[in-house]
C-alpha cells in the first residue's frame, strides 16, 4: 500500500544542536516533494520544495534532502533555536495532488 | 493583510444543521482548495478548484460542496452535519510553484 511516515514521536532537540526530520514514503514516485511547518492552532505554513532531480536545498538554517532511491526526505534544522518548536509536515507531490504526512512534533529545549 | 483568511474561525453547531464557511485570498493565485484536519493531525484534500476544474476528492461526501463566486474566494458549504465531521478546516492557495499557502483554520465542533 502507498503510505508516508514520518517520526511519530516528538523529537526533543538541545538548542543550538541539529534537528533531523525524516520523511518515508513507499509506492510513490513524486516529482517534487515538499516541507511545511505547523505551530498550534494555526495553519500549515511552506518552508521549501524540492525536485526528484535535486540532492539538496537550503534556505538560512533549514536544509532539505531528496534521495528518490531510498524513497526519504531529510529536514534539518541547523542551530536550532526553541522558536523553532513547531509540527513539521511533508508532502508528496504528485502531478500537483499533495499526499500528507502526519508530521513530527518538534521540541526544542532551551 | 492576511494572505489567506477564513470565517468563522470557530464553528459550534447541532448535528443536522448547514453552514458555510468562507474562504478569501489576496495573493492573486488561481488555484484554492478546502482540506480537512482531523484528530489525528493527517491533512486530507477535500476539493482543488480554478477556474477551469474543480477536482474533488471522491471520498467526500456529498454533504460538502464548494462554492466560488470568483478567482479570490472559495466557500465550503456542509449541509446535515453530523458528529464525524467535527475538525479543523482549512482553505489554501496556491499558484504555478506548487506551494500551498494556507489560511488560519475554522474548528468545526458537532454537537
Known amino acids: 500500500s502507498q503510505k508516508i511516515e514520518q517520526n511519530s514521536e516528538a523529537l526533543n532537540i538541545q538548542e543550538g544542536k541539529t534537528a533531523t526530520l525524516t520523511c518515508n514514503y513507499t509506492n510513490y514516485s513524486p516529482a517534487y516533494l515538499q516541507w511545511y511547518r505547523q505551530d498550534p492552532g494555526r495553519g500549515p505554513v511552506f518552508l521549501l520544495l524540492?525536485?526528484?532531480n535535486e540532492k539538496e536545498k537550503r534556505k538560512e538554517r533549514l536544509k532539505v534532502t531528496f534521495d528518490t532511491t531510498l524513497k526519504q526526505s531529510l529536514f534539518h534544522i541547523t542551530a536550532s533555536q526553541p522558536a523553532d518548536s513547531a509540527t513539521y509536515l511533508c508532502?508528496?507531490?504528485?502531478?500537483?495532488?499533495?499526499?500528507w504526512g502526519a508530521g513530527t512534533k518538534l521540541i526544542i529545549k532551551p | 493583510d492576511t494572505a489567506v483568511s477564513q470565517t468563522p474561525k470557530y464553528l459550534v453547531t447541532q448535528m443536522g444543521n448547514d453552514k458555510s464557511i468562507k474562504c478569501e485570498q489576496n495573493l492573486g493565485h488561481d488555484t484554492m482548495y478546502w482540506y480537512k484536519q482531523d484528530s489525528k493531525k493527517f491533512l486530507k484534500i477535500m476539493f482543488s478548484y480554478n477556474n477551469k476544474e474543480l477536482i474533488i476528492n471522491e471520498t467526500v461526501p456529498n454533504r460538502f460542496s464548494p462554492k466560488s463566486p470568483d478567482k479570490a474566494h472559495l466557500n465550503l458549504h456542509i449541509n446535515s452535519l453530523e458528529l464525524g465531521d467535527s475538525a479543523v478546516y482549512f482553505c489554501?492557495?496556491?499558484?504555478?510553484?506548487?506551494?500551498?499557502?494556507f489560511g488560519p483554520g475554522t474548528r468545526l465542533l458537532v454537537l
Open positions: 508532502a508528496l507531490d504528485i502531478n500537483y495532488q499533495l499526499i
Open positions: 489554501a492557495s496556491s499558484l504555478r510553484e506548487r506551494a500551498l499557502y
Open positions: 524540492i525536485r526528484e
